[in-house]
């Protein structure tokens, strides 16, 4: 790959590209030049929900981008005025509220769309608007988030990146993370005391604020930092400590919105609605599209006080066709049902590998959004779990299967896993039975 790769600049930290260069893709499988195939566990960068290739998606994308592409970013186009209104209809309405700079905040749905391109720009959008409309700038995010590489993204980041890139942006403050595999603080049963960390965490977020809490940027399923659910309840009182000081909630549904989890937004689990959503990965099914979705009161304030995020592809027509196809499938195939069963079958598959392997420690997760965890670290030592991971993730390559993405420092032992929705039962089985064979060589060789 040497020659391959030799003009590129490498942008994983020290995670290094994949070994062979993808000719192809389809379906539930990728291609190598060399032909072979790879199931793709992790949908591209978990965003390809219908599968590569979707006939569905190639046919919009011929006709649409031999019609209308790009236009000025002022100009709408029936694709994005369409794309808007559908999104909106697929959201609840929100719970009732604390006032908002001491105005009263209509109970109303996320019915106002703003599109872009990526994950990181929609919540860059976000951050900047719940700034705007509350008049303050300290930001509130998990410990182990990630929400994009772009500087308000990053700022709220603290999984990975923050090291030698200078100061970052002052008020942003870091949540622990509400992980029952490895509690902070526990009860008297040893298991997980989240109320009492969540208050604690809020303890000192209150004590290094200096008054300007605008809003707390959370995944409802941490996905880079380690497929973290949240237990239930958690999200409920996260709101709460929100609307105790008129912050805005904003979630991140890059990677779990749009049926992934088994419901349409993984909020929903927890009957919480945010202030303020962004989508991304999902919503284009593998092609650059993101959103971000508010009430019609928050949109009204920032415009009255001159919200500004005018970009180059901002409501493109192109990516808005796609979206609109992509919601289309999602209905049509009642694709949130179909991840529940195929995510129940795999976590059946996954609960039997861990009760057979010594080094998995856990399993978790919801719907097509998986996680398995290593415990190489009890055996090998420091460092154990991340060695045994990426031995796994060679040999799942090796025969055949895709699938570890978590490769930030400490975390290399954790697998997210989260196949396309239109995946075939026996390509989950397949996938499983490649990982199986593939944890058995690496406790082996370890």
Not at 365 to 391: I, K, N, P
Request: charged letters at 20%; aromatic letters at 4%.
């Amino acid at each position: 790959m040497d020659s391959e790769t030799r003009h590129l600049i490498r942008y994983s930290g020290h995670a290094p590209f994949s070994p062979e260069v993808i000719a192809r893709a389809a379906g539930t499988s990728v291609f190598t030049e060399s032909g072979r195939e790879l199931l793709d566990f992790t949908s591209g960068q978990m965003s390809a929900i219908l599968g590569h290739s979707h006939p569905e998606i190639v046919a919009t994308v011929r006709e649409q981008i031999g019609l209308l592409d790009h236009l000025h970013s002022g100009m709408l186009s029936r694709p994005v005025t369409e794309l808007a209104r559908r999104l909106a209809g697929t959201l609840p309405a929100p719970l009732d509220k604390a006032p908002l700079d001491k105005a009263p905040l209509d109970k109303a749905p996320l019915d106002k769309v703003l599109l872009l391109t990526t994950g990181a720009e929609a919540n860059e959008a976000a951050v900047r608007m719940a700034k705007l409309v509350t008049g303050r700038h300290e930001i509130v995010s998990f410990a182990r988030s990630w929400h994009g590489m772009t500087l308000a993204a990053a700022n709220a980041t603290y999984s990975a990146g923050r090291k030698g890139y200078g100061p970052a942006a002052p008020g942003n403050f870091a949540l622990p993370v509400p992980d029952r595999f490895h509690p902070g603080i526990v009860d008297a049963q040893g298991r997980l005391d989240w109320r009492r960390q969540l208050d604690l965490g809020f303890e000192l977020i209150d004590a290094q604020s200096v008054g300007s809490l605008a809003a707390c940027l959370v995944e409802p399923i941490l996905s880079s930092g380690g497929v973290i659910e949240p237990p239930p309840g958690y999200l409920a009182a996260l709101a709460e400590k929100c609307r105790e000081r008129d912050m805005l909630l904003i979630i991140d549904e890059a990677q779990t919105g749009l049926c992934r989890t088994g419901d349409w937004y993984a909020f929903q689990h927890d009957e919480v609605v945010p202030d303020i959503l962004t989508l991304s990965k999902t919503l284009g099914a593998g092609l650059p599209l993101a959103a971000v979705l508010t009430s019609a009161e928050i949109e009204q304030r920032a415009h009255d006080r001159g919200f500004l995020f005018f970009t180059t592809h901002v409501n493109d027509p192109l990516p808005a066709a796609v979206g609109n196809t992509v919601l289309d499938v999602l209905v049509r195939d009642r694709l949130d049902e179909r991840a529940r069963g195929l995510g129940a079958m795999l976590r059946g598959r996954l609960d039997e590998l861990a009760a057979r392997h010594d080094i998995v420690g856990d399993v978790r997760g919801r719907g097509l959004l998986l996680g398995m965890e290593l415990v190489g670290d009890q055996v090998l030592g420091a460092g154990g779990a991340d060695r045994l991971g990426a031995a796994v993730t060679r040999r799942c390559f090796e025969l055949g299967l895709h699938m570890n993405i978590v490769q930030l420092p400490g975390m290399g032992g954790t697998f997210r896993i989260a196949p396309p929705l239109t995946a075939s039962e026996d390509e989950l089985a397949r996938g499983a039975d490649i990982l199986d064979e593939a944890l058995t060589y690496a406790a082996r060789s370890a």
